[in-house]
């Protein structure tokens, strides 16, 4: 499972489908866990996050959906001269299983594209 990059355009609703795989191509067992976590930081030092991320576990087909209303990416703070330029956030995501064990399954980059017209 290699880290990525994601990237959410601000005042956009934002999902994404995640397919969790090993490098080898096989699938990963999410069926052990029962929830995701996911929260996005300007820094992995910050004590609040800039926004939690709404997860939901689809074990069948080894996925995560994840998702941010527009009004959610509407907050991310995001700047830049153009709407070329990004604001970079980290993020991870957390499993849990039914007895509370707890794994980091990846870490995440995540940039922000500025909106420019406001609906």
Same mark, same amino acid.
């Given at each position: ?12 609703? %934002? ?63 995001? %700047? ?40």
């Amino acid at each position: 499972m290699a880290d990525a990059t994601l990237t959410i355009k601000q005042g956009e609703d %934002w999902d994404k489908l995640l397919t969790i795989q090993y490098s080898n191509g096989s699938l990963y067992d999410l069926s052990i866990y029962s929830a995701a976590y996911m929260q996005i930081k300007a820094t992995p030092q910050d004590t609040n996050p800039v926004v939690t991320v709404t997860t939901a576990l689809l074990p069948s087909t080894s996925q995560i959906k994840i998702n941010l209303t527009h009004e959610q990416t509407s907050a991310i703070p995001a %700047w830049g001269k153009t709407s070329d330029d990004v604001t970079n956030y980290v993020s991870d995501i957390f499993l849990a299983t039914t007895t509370n064990t707890i794994k980091k399954l990846c870490s995440l980059n995540i940039e922000v594209e500025p909106e420019v017209t406001k609906i």
